[in-house]
């Protein structure tokens, strides 16, 4: 699909890491007929650890129907949009974020993502007032496209507002099945 392919190219420091660590535990199983008990026990047990580890990684992901993720760092929230939004979006050519201090109620237009075929609105999940903006995207937007849940946050924000509503990762990939088999 379009945004497996996105994702795939513009994220290329992962997705390489993550297949080289998939290579070398198909290479490590195959060849643990052929080492001792020892050694091939200490293969099968490598890569289940490296899972658990990546899956805990995204569990402080909290996301929105409309495709805004938020992961709290103590009582800041860092606010942006899933991979899936900037798959559809395009690439993402200029970014116009509110300023620090800015204050919004829930669902609320935070900011708005210009890209070369729309333009997106990114919504306030809660009430919240802003208390950093991600700078660097004045300069480089397309890390919005590149980094969708990494260096490409929009906004860190506190939030006033209920977050209740916000679904786990398990939750959001069902949503956004669903959503694909709408269209």
């Not at 805990?56 to 996301?63: C, G, I, M, Q």
């Not at 903006?133 to 990494?150: F, I, K, M, Q, R």
Request: hydrophobic letters at 45%; charged letters at 25%.
């Amino acid at each position: 699909s379009f945004a497996l392919a996105s994702h795939a190219s513009s994220r290329l420091s992962r997705p390489v890491t993550l297949i080289a660590m998939a290579l070398l535990a198909v290479l490590a199983r195959g060849s643990a007929a052929r080492m001792a008990p020892s050694a091939a026990a200490a293969v099968r047990t490598w890569a289940p650890l490296q899972r658990p580890m990546l899956a805990r990684a995204f569990s402080d992901f909290k996301f929105a129907k409309t495709h805004e993720w938020v992961r709290m760092e103590g009582d800041v929230g860092v606010l942006g949009i899933s991979d899936f939004a900037q798959g559809q979006l395009g690439e993402v050519v200029y970014c116009d974020l509110p300023d620090e201090g800015a204050q919004f109620k829930g669902q609320e237009t935070l900011c708005t993502l210009e890209s070369v075929k729309a333009v997106g609105e990114v919504y306030a999940p809660a009430d919240c007032e802003v208390v950093e903006v991600n700078t660097a995207l004045s300069d480089e937007p397309a890390t919005v496209n590149s980094g969708p849940e990494s260096d490409g946050w929009l906004v860190k924000v506190k939030f006033s507002g209920d977050l209740s509503s916000l679904m786990d990762r398990a939750a959001y990939d069902k949503h956004v099945e669903a959503e694909a088999k709408e269209e």
